[in-house]
């Protein structure tokens, strides 16, 4: 299995309050993702990162940030945590950009704002 | 309307019986993937696939780029085949999947 760890596993928090999701990898995948995941609702990217300082916004974008310090972490923050916001967070990573690379994902967070 | 549609949603089988579901898209992709998520578990890759077919164990998955369509089957399903798939195209040199919202497998012993 890939080296891919997600923290906390699960989480309450109220509304307002902020937090941050954490994403480990020990794979040196140059690409990593965050994806909620939602009834009725297929995974739908956040963010993502292609590398060290180097991200970009995906569809639901708003009210999340990320940061990507290390090659290793990915951290997915929300800086004042919504109701809306209640999902399970999942992150993935992937060695490159080609239509051959696999994708793999951790075992995701439970977040609930209350 | 999802640029990534799958069928059908639920499906329940008998253990032994031959399962398959569909994925269709509407966009251009250049590769697909076959996701398997447990109840309350995480989501492992099964399958990543541009082009004809490819098998493992029990499961093979096929694809057509030009038709815009994609197979899931599983040979003698077992109960413990019984997890929601998902499929996820990838747009040739993007980093964004489009994923469906998945099919909810349930194999009865």
């Known amino acids: 299995d890939a080296g891919i760890t997600q923290s906390p596993r699960h989480k309450v928090t109220e509304t307002g309050t902020p937090v941050t999701l954490r994403c480990h990898q020990t794979?040196?995948?140059?690409?990593m993702y965050w994806y909620r995941q939602d009834p009725g609702h297929g995974l739908r990217l956040i963010h993502y990162?292609?590398?060290?300082?180097?991200?970009d916004k995906g569809e639901v974008s708003d009210g999340y940030s990320v940061s990507r310090s290390k090659t290793e972490d990915f951290l997915l923050t929300l800086e004042s945590a919504t109701s809306s916001q209640t999902s399970v967070y999942f992150c993935?990573?992937?060695?490159?950009?080609?239509?051959?690379?696999?994708?793999?994902f951790g075992n995701g967070t439970r977040l609930t704002v209350t | 309307k999802n640029e990534v549609e799958q069928s059908p949603q639920n499906l329940t089988a008998q253990e032994g019986e031959f399962i398959t579901i569909n994925c269709s898209y509407s966009?251009?992709?250049?590769?697909l993937h076959w996701l398997q998520q447990h109840p309350g578990g995480g989501i492992v890759s099964l399958f990543m696939?541009?082009?004809g077919k490819k098998k493992h164990g029990r499961l093979i998955a096929t694809i057509n780029i030009q038709e815009k369509h994609s197979s899931l089957h599983i040979t003698a399903s077992h109960p413990r085949d019984s997890a929601v798939y998902i499929c996820?195209?990838?747009?040739?040199?993007?980093?964004?999947?489009?994923f469906g919202k998945g099919t909810k497998l349930t194999v009865n012993p």
């Open positions: 993935a990573i992937s060695p490159g950009q080609g239509i051959n690379s696999p994708l793999h």
């Open positions: 794979e040196n995948h140059r690409y």
């Open positions: 990162s292609y590398g060290v300082k180097d991200t």
């Open positions: 966009v251009g992709i250049s590769a």
């Open positions: 696939l541009s082009s």
């Open positions: 996820a195209g990838r747009s040739g040199g993007s980093e964004k999947l489009v």
